[in-house]
């Protein structure tokens, strides 16, 4: 690609791929995320609706309602995680490029352009289950990551932005770690109120020196 290329994505490029493309950091967030539903929220979450079922006429049941509705949300998940993580690829942005690799935005490629305007902002090229806005983290499939694709510093590239076609100067292509924020147990979460619901029974005085004592201590 020749410095000061135009490049235009075709209409018909796919956006569907058939393959996971993501980085290190993105699948071990997704595994994360898979191992605490499927070791401590769904567990959780059976035992509430267990307990719920034991408390008299399901049907009209608030928490054992409640109870199956959560359960299948989690199942739901817990298999789309399982299909990411199974058809994931992984490429790793530090991975040594050589020539073309290294000189043109491909997937995990940070991005450096200005727009008509002379604004310039900085983009990572990620996985879908990766974008992150706040990090300016990008999917390769989003309009902008096609847009990039392929490009290299000096071309021009056009953004097929609702608003209309963008032109975008590309600055810089670089490739680097890319920083993924990784999984954290959601706020509410049942298997955080099970932790936190189990204090020491009051009933039972605190233990004294001499409780502890051996019942034949003269």
Not at 112 to 141: C, F, K, M, P, Q
């Amino acid at each position: 690609m020749q410095k000061g290329f135009t490049r235009r994505p075709k209409p018909d490029e796919s956006t569907s791929p058939g393959k996971n493309y993501i980085t290190p950091g993105g699948l071990e967030r997704l595994k994360d995320e898979h191992r605490f539903l499927v070791t401590r929220e769904r567990r959780a979450m059976t035992d509430v609706v267990a307990w719920a079922a034991s408390n008299g006429d399901r049907s009209e049941n608030a928490d054992y309602q409640y109870g199956k509705r959560r359960l299948r949300q989690i199942d739901s998940r817990i298999r789309f995680l399982a299909k990411r993580i199974e058809a994931a690829q992984v490429v790793d942005p530090e991975a040594p490029r050589s020539g073309n690799a290294a000189a043109r935005a491909f997937f995990g490629a940070t991005v450096r352009y200005a727009n008509a305007a002379g604004e310039e902002r900085v983009v990572s090229i990620v996985g879908a289950d990766e974008v992150d806005l706040n990090r300016n983290h990008i999917s390769w499939v989003s309009p902008l990551g096609r847009a990039l694709m392929k490009s290299e510093a000096g071309d021009t590239v056009v953004l097929q932005a609702p608003r209309g076609a963008e032109s975008l100067t590309v600055l810089e292509v670089k490739y680097e770690r890319i920083s993924v924020e990784p999984f954290r147990e959601p706020p509410g979460a049942e298997s955080a109120k099970k932790s936190t619901a189990e204090p020491s029974d009051p009933a039972q005085p605190a233990p004294t020196p001499e409780s502890r004592l051996p019942t034949d201590c003269p």
